[in-house]
């Protein structure tokens, strides 16, 4: 299978955060949204987003991550454009540059004085204290491809052999890469939902 670029930018990230004293979480899934890297060090809540470039999409995402940590940033693996920092630096939002080499602060993120919504921050710790730091970040997930499409199959294998499993032994029991429970169950039903859609697409090419 062909290496994914993200996959590899977050796992060249999540080691330099660890080397830095970081206490790192991959995939952490709140309210709908997952967030590719979630740092904590000393009651600093830092979360990143990885994309291969500085695009608005991941500019928005990091942006969104600032309702659940005190700082946030994008990492991306090449030079970020002159304007798209601007923008960032209007929003509050850091940028990490990463390469095989190094991972070099491009744009320092600006602290939140005030949450708009420290309920979220909080319910976030609350979860993060109750898993192990580490996991994949930057991985497919809906593609038809990818380590969420294999949970799936290896679900549905276990689901035959135990019809009445519950989420929490499914998640126990079956290899996986979430953090809890309820991430694996979000995952899951997004996967299902992306199969069923494939499989109406196929049926109506069939018709044609």
């Not at 693996?77 to 304007?83: A, I, L």
């Not at 420290?118 to 497919?140: C, D, K, Q, W, Y």
Request: glycine residues 6%.
């Amino acid at each position: 299978m062909r290496e994914n670029p993200e996959a590899r930018l977050c796992e060249r990230l999540s080691a330099w955060l660890t080397e830095q004293g970081y206490a790192v979480y991959c995939e952490i899934q709140m309210l709908g949204y997952v967030m590719d890297l979630v740092a904590v060090k000393d009651g600093v809540v830092i979360v990143l987003e990885a994309k291969t470039s500085l695009t608005r999409r991941v500019q928005y995402q990091a942006c969104r991550g600032q309702l659940y940590g005190d700082l946030s940033y994008a990492a991306v693996g090449t030079s970020p454009r002159k304007r798209s920092l601007e923008h960032c630096r209007k929003i509050g939002v850091g940028v990490y540059r990463v390469t095989p080499e190094s991972v070099t602060l491009v744009l320092e993120a600006q602290r939140m004085p005030n949450l708009p919504f420290p309920e979220h921050r909080r319910r976030m710790l609350n979860m993060l204290a109750e898993i192990e730091p580490g996991g994949t970040a930057g991985l497919p997930t809906c593609a038809g491809i990818g380590p969420a499409q294999d949970c799936y199959d290896r679900i549905q294998i276990y689901r035959e052999a135990h019809p009445k499993a519950t989420g929490r032994q499914i998640y126990e029991e079956v290899s996986n890469h979430y953090c809890n429970h309820r991430s694996l169950q979000a995952a899951m039903r997004v996967v299902e939902q992306n199969r069923r859609k494939r499989q109406r697409r196929l049926r109506a090419s069939a018709e044609v």
